[in-house]
């Protein structure tokens, strides 16, 4: 046996990241952040169809067919909440050019909490945006309440009872 006492409770020294890998880092998630952003803003309902193989019509969305893909599926199960991820993600890497920018390391859980929050406000009271989402093509023009203002995440947690179509209320509101 050694008699060197080992402290296993210190965590190890990371090591320093370098200007390089820094830069690297802040181009790669602000391009991902931008990419994000232009797949949102450029949805266009009409890819849902060619996305489910009904139609053969070239990607309307200006990030392209992954950006189709992508668009649709976050508005799917999140609603506008995704508006806002993004705007929060690309934020998070603008922030970082500024001069007196120190790292923090909960960003990450407060961006989950931010846009699990923002999801189940959504679909606490979705008439109120019934019409944004209407305006994109994926809302209910003769039912508001059915709006996906939410998404789906939002609806299943906590959307409000619908007795006249038979719905029950989310799980949240029981």
Sequence with gaps: MSSEKKDFYRAPREE???PQSRWVR?????????LIILALATFDVRDVSML?????????????????VFSYYSLLLFGLA???????????FARR???NYKKGRTFWLG?????????????LSPELFSDWM?????????????????????????????????????????
Excluded at 52 to 68: D, I, K, L, M
Excluded at 82 to 92: D, E, G, I
Excluded at 141 to 168: K, N, R
């Design 16 to 18: 320093p990241e370098t």
């Design 26 to 34: 802040l181009i790669a998630g602000g391009t991902v952040s931008l």
């Design 52 to 68: 489910n193989g009904g139609v053969e019509s070239p990607c309307r969305n200006g990030a392209g067919y992954v950006g189709a």
């Design 82 to 92: 995704s508006y806002a991820a993004a705007a929060v993600l690309l934020l998070h």
């Design 97 to 99: 050019f500024l001069p």
């Design 111 to 123: 961006f989950l909490l931010f846009f699990a929050g923002t999801t189940l406000l959504l679909g």
């Design 134 to 174: 209407l305006r994109i093509g994926l809302g209910s023009a003769t039912h508001p309440v059915l709006s996906p203002a939410g998404g789906v995440v939002g609806q299943v947690f906590t959307a409000p009872p619908v007795p006249e179509l038979g719905l029950a209320p989310g799980v949240l509101r029981l």
